[in-house]
């Protein structure tokens, strides 16, 4: 769920008439794509490898290459290619982030193809989630879930009407000094 709350959030920042409903559903789409790779488990892939879960699927090149398909279905986004692509790409490139932020794992493949070693950010400060949904639906998952609602979701929540605020406050200001100017024009 932490994944989508970021192409979400994006959404509410920018404003519809930059990204729509529709887009925005298909950003929580492929926030989460990165995690089809735990697919791997039941293909007899080793977690280590790069096709393991957090190998490629989680590299920023992936991410670029999402963002990049995307951008060449702007007509069924009705949005300007620049526009998906940037919004795509983060939405997946978030992803990997935020799973560099867990305290489990072996790390995520940011650098592949370049680099096929796995990083951590500095701060481990979200529980690692337990893979499947019967394991997330327990005790550990309910701590996984509260670790993500302080360290991802409160945060963003304040990003989120931080900004809205701000937008708004503009937007009144202009609004003052257009009327200001039109006011002084007419007299």
Not at 58 to 70: A, D, K, R
Request: charge should be positive; glycine fraction near 8%; include cysteine.
């Amino acid at each position: 769920m932490t994944h989508a709350l970021i192409p979400v959030a994006l959404t509410v920042m920018a404003g519809r008439r930059q990204i729509s409903w529709r887009l925005c559903f298909w950003g929580c789409v492929v926030s989460i794509l990165p995690d089809a790779d735990v697919i791997a488990f039941k293909l007899g892939i080793p977690y280590q490898d790069i096709l393991g879960h957090r190998g490629f699927t989680h590299s920023v090149v992936f991410s670029l290459m999402v963002g990049s398909l995307g951008a060449f279905a702007r007509h069924y986004f009705h949005a300007k290619g620049l526009t998906i692509f940037l919004f795509f790409s983060v939405s997946t490139a978030s992803h990997a982030l935020l799973d560099a932020l867990t305290n489990g794992g072996l790390g995520v493949a940011l650098a592949w193809p370049f680099v096929e070693s796995r990083y951590f950010l500095p701060w481990r400060v979200i529980e690692v989630s337990p893979i499947g949904l019967k394991s997330f639906l327990s005790a550990r998952g309910a701590s996984v879930l509260a670790s993500e609602v302080h360290v991802v979701w409160l945060p963003l929540l304040a990003l989120v009407l931080a900004v809205c605020l701000t937008r708004i406050t503009l937007g009144f200001y202009l609004r003052s000094v257009a009327h200001h100017v039109d006011d002084k024009s007419s007299t």
